[in-house]
């Protein structure tokens, strides 16, 4: 077992349910602090950042859902999970594998597990090992980011390609100065960036897990699918595609989903904070 202090965590004690905000890939919990100041002083909630190193990490699903068990330690449900892209793919899938902790989601743009899964089988993969070793290029990548010279360059391109790729409200300069205080710092910190590629090179058997588990049928608890319809201040044209495949899975998901799009690109939590916390409001007041 990870101890508590092997993932960095926000918690709140409160009222039930207890919010817990589900990071995307690669993004800090820092990101979620313009929806966190929207909640009710009273609402119970847990933001925390995946380790970079865990017993858990691997390439199974079971082992992402232990993980999150663990970060969670002593919070008693129920839950309302909040998933932001592939954090929306882990909160799904923590739904379905811990049915008697979690009353609801809200889905923030959550990743489209069908763009992604595999085509082998996830018990296939793991029984091979085939996904279990990163390749040059990540290690790479990790490498590069424990470059001490090279975090003034990253620390300016991760934040002004973040506003430019995934965000489309307010001024573009007023946006990246507004970043949530240290979300940089953690992205391009060599724990965040390891565990990132360690999510993304395992990101196909996960979601064909989640695919597979979708077989045994819908979820029965509320869910909310926002969806950032605008599209980013780099391809402004928005992605009816996206929200098409978005509104053809809610049936998969749950037998009471519904599909809310807003006027945000993918990193809603800074387009659209407002939106999202009215959604979790809803959601607790249903659950």
């Known amino acids: 077992m990870i101890s508590h202090e092997a993932s960095r965590r926000q918690v709140r004690a409160g009222k039930a349910p207890t919010v817990v905000f589900c990071n995307g890939l690669g993004m800090p919990l820092e990101l979620w602090q313009p929806v966190i100041d929207l909640l009710p002083a009273d609402r119970a909630f847990v933001a925390f950042d995946r380790p970079a190193h865990s017993p858990y990490t691997g390439e199974d699903l079971d082992s992402q859902l232990d993980e999150i068990d663990d970060v969670l330690g002593d919070v008693i449900g129920p839950l309302v999970l909040v998933g932001h892209s592939y954090g929306g793919v882990l909160a799904e899938a923590y739904a379905r594998h811990r049915p008697l902790r979690v009353c609801g989601l809200v889905l923030v743009d959550p990743a489209l597990p069908a763009d992604y899964a595999s085509d082998v089988p996830a018990a296939e993969v793991q029984a091979t090992g085939e996904a279990a070793e990163l390749p040059w290029w990540r290690n790479a990548a990790i490498r590069l980011s424990d470059v001490e010279g090279l975090r003034?360059?990253?620390?300016?391109?991760?934040?002004?390609?973040?506003?430019?790729?995934?965000?489309?409200?307010?001024?573009?300069?007023?946006?990246?100065?507004?970043?949530?205080?240290?979300?940089?710092?953690?992205?391009?910190?060599?724990?965040?960036?390891?565990?990132?590629?360690?999510?993304?090179?395992?990101?196909?058997?996960?979601?064909?897990?989640?695919?597979?588990?979708?077989?045994?049928?819908?979820?029965?608890?509320?869910?909310?699918?926002?969806?950032?319809?605008?599209g980013p201040r780099a391809w402004p044209t928005g992605q009816p595609g996206t929200t098409a495949k978005q509104r053809a899975q809610l049936a998969a998901i749950s037998t009471r989903a519904d599909l809310i799009e807003l006027p945000g690109?993918?990193?809603?939590?800074?387009?659209?904070?407002?939106?999202?916390?009215?959604?979790?409001?809803?959601?607790?007041?249903?659950?």
Do not use: K
């Not at 690109?265 to 659950?287: F, K, R, Y």
């Open 152 to 230: 003034p360059l990253l620390t300016w391109l991760t934040s002004t390609s973040m506003v430019a790729t995934a965000t489309r409200q307010g001024d573009f300069t007023a946006t990246v100065e507004g970043l949530p205080a240290g979300a940089i710092e953690q992205i391009i910190s060599v724990g965040n960036v390891t565990r990132a590629m360690l999510d993304d090179h395992h990101l196909p058997t996960i979601c064909r897990a989640l695919l597979d588990d979708r077989e045994s049928g819908p979820l029965r608890i509320p869910v909310t699918v926002l969806v950032g319809a605008a």
């Open 265 to 287: 690109a993918h990193l809603l939590m800074l387009d659209c904070p407002e939106d999202i916390a009215t959604a979790i409001g809803q959601i607790t007041a249903s659950a």
